[in-house]
């Protein structure tokens, strides 16, 4: 027995003998990558449980199932893989942010995939303690009628959104951030009123007392000479 299990046939001789199915967005190539797998090796030997744990750790799967086939010897690595809903920059460098807040390094996507994947809103300065924050509200601002771009994390003391109406300040209390949003969508008329290059921000660290922050208005020539 031991000497037909020597066979070749019994053995993972190459990454031809390895199938991925689940994966659309990372390519089998970085799979393969990830996979602490050296040939060739007996495939009766392979633990599919240290397999399917060690590609686990990769950030931009959920889920790894991992079976193989005697003969002739083949392994099936069926993956989940995580939906990327926002572009987060942190420490770690460019990124993307899942529903649950986990942050996924851009560079195992290529080029063409990364075009194609949400481009807002970008999370500056992310950090695993606005992950909370992220699965609380991230619906509620993909789903806002403010077209919310850029979610600035960078100074924790003062978040800040970058919006379709301009800047706005949040403070540090993101436990506000409901009702900082609800008044923001009250004041959607505001370029209406005031044109948009004279707004400096919006205040909203107060939500009961939300403020503006306005460039001076221009003096008019007639205004501005002078007169003998």
């Known amino acids: 027995m031991v000497w037909v299990m020597s066979w070749p046939e019994w ?29 060739p ?5 392979l633990s599919t449980d240290h397999l399917g744990s060690e590609l686990g750790q990769n950030p931009a ?4 199932e991992v079976t193989r ?21 942190t420490d770690q460098g460019l990124g993307y942010l899942d529903r649950d807040g986990n942050y996924i390094p851009a560079k195992l996507y290529s080029q063409d995939i990364r075009a194609k994947l949400p481009q807002t809103p970008q999370f500056l300065g992310y950090e695993p303690q ?8 991230r619906t509620r601002i993909q789903q806002s009628p403010v077209n919310i ?32 949003l609800t008044v923001l969508e009250e004041m959607q008329n505001l370029p209406r009123l ?6 400096v921000f919006i205040d909203l660290t107060n939500p ?13 020539i007639d205004t501005a000479i002078k007169k003998p």
Do not use: C
Request: glycine share 4%.
């Open 11 to 39: 053995s993972i001789r190459s990454p031809q003998q390895v199938t991925f199915q689940g994966n659309q967005l990372v390519s089998s190539t970085t799979l393969q990558q990830s996979l602490p797998l050296e040939y």
């Open 41 to 45: 090796q007996a495939i009766w030997q």
């Open 61 to 64: 799967l959920a889920a790894v």
């Open 69 to 89: 086939q005697l003969f002739p010897a083949q392994l099936t690595i069926t993956v989940q893989e995580r939906q990327p809903l926002a572009i987060a920059v």
């Open 130 to 137: 606005y992950q909370g924050f992220w699965q609380t509200h």
């Open 149 to 180: 771009r850029i979610i600035n994390g960078n100074n924790p003391s003062n978040i800040s959104l970058t919006t379709n109406m301009g800047i706005v300040l949040l403070g540090s209390d993101l436990s506000l951030f409901d009702r900082q």
């Open 194 to 199: 005031i044109a948009k290059e004279r707004l």
């Open 208 to 220: 009961d007392d939300p403020r503006i922050q306005l460039k001076p208005q221009p003096q008019s």
